[in-house]
């Protein structure tokens, strides 16, 4: 079977990814990024997921995002927005993130010759984050065309972003039809001790998402 | 004064951008990785530099490209080729190095207001690294542009190559007139105690430069 390498954040997001990744027929692997971010619970449920879907072998690579700073979601004298979703870039933005997510990807990838990146980026309840949206996906298949030693043998690998248009809601679906674990997954930016706050953008996209579904969200609120 | 980051890894190339950087009238932001190579030479080479050219801010950035595999710059149990140069892409090859490197680099930039980013990548003597091509730098920097939030702002950060159709040889006599500290860089892949091989790539691509610029290359070779 082919193998496809999975981002694998430990959000609602990315576990629907690797579910479309496996229902596609692919061998999985499956990456997550360990970057510094104020807690832990994300490559916690990563790893869940992981075992969950069978992953053929489950990389957590440590990247110091912290160090570079320049986000919320890194920087502790930074407050998260807790207000709800606004049209600008958020505070959260972390600086070029999904770029730099799926440029080492694109190197595990070649390394264990996946064909496939499965990158669970989402443009329509997307925070307002550049890296999101189609045409970046679109943007940086072209470079991993030319800057690849597979892309120059002409094998390129296929960066594969299946949530890219899809609701929140919409995604909630495809997940529940396949089975996603959803009761592994975190989203929450703030990370309390057992349970999401169900008030920072992430929490509220999944709850207004799983509301639209028509699903109960299986995780617990509250702190 | 308008600022630059450039991506000094300690070698000849990167030097003389930085010098290049700086004579075109940059503040300069210097940033190297730390990737777990063979040795830390390189990075030895790239802090002396940055003070040499009076680098604002000079950040070390860890990566563990080690635990990605499938170079034998990482690998030691893979040979390093001392045969001298051929065309196809060599053992050497680190899977999408450049691109992750100009990924991160993106994200000190967005975080350090630089308005460009300054990278010593060469067509002419380069090994046979696709993300060493010039094709490669634009098609980053397309994405670039819509990848990030400078990007989606209407303020790109400018991915400067400026090295990419020189010669070695071109390289060395424009880092000559503006006094680049030679002497101070270190290339070869082996990295012996003191003295740089003399027999790899790097090493012949070094030594091969500076016969044809006319110059003697001010470090030592030998074991």
């Not at 959000?11 to 510094?36: K, M, Q, V």
């Not at 957590?60 to 930074?78: C, H, N, P």
């Not at 799926?102 to 307002?128: K, M, V």
Request: with cysteine.
């Amino acid at each position: 079977m082919p193998r496809a390498l999975v981002l694998l954040s430990g959000g609602l997001d990315s576990a629907t990814c690797a579910a479309l990744a496996r229902d596609a027929g692919h061998d999985i692997f499956t990456l997550t990024f360990d970057y510094g971010s104020r807690h832990s619970k994300e490559v916690d449920a990563a790893n869940a997921l992981a075992q969950h879907f069978g992953s053929e072998k489950h990389m957590v690579f440590k990247l110091a995002l912290d160090k570079i700073g320049g986000s919320a979601l890194l920087d502790e004298s930074e407050e998260i927005r807790q207000n709800g979703v606004a049209d600008d870039i958020p505070s959260t933005y972390v600086p070029a993130r999904n770029i730099i997510f799926l440029s080492i990807a694109l190197a595990h990838a070649e390394r264990f010759g996946c064909d496939a990146i499965f990158i669970g980026a989402n443009a329509i309840d997307y925070s307002g984050y550049p890296d999101c949206r189609p045409e970046f996906i679109e943007a940086f298949q072209k470079m991993a065309d030319v800057g690849t030693k597979r892309g120059a043998e002409g094998r390129p690998i296929q960066i594969v972003a299946p949530l890219v248009d899809l609701s929140k809601a919409e995604i909630i679906n495809k997940g529940m039809v396949l089975g996603v674990p959803y009761n592994l997954t975190w989203s929450c930016y703030l990370g309390g001790e057992k349970k999401a706050c169900g008030k920072c953008d992430a929490c509220q996209f999944r709850l207004k998402g799983f509301e639209e579904a028509g699903y109960d969200d299986p995780i617990e609120y509250g702190n």
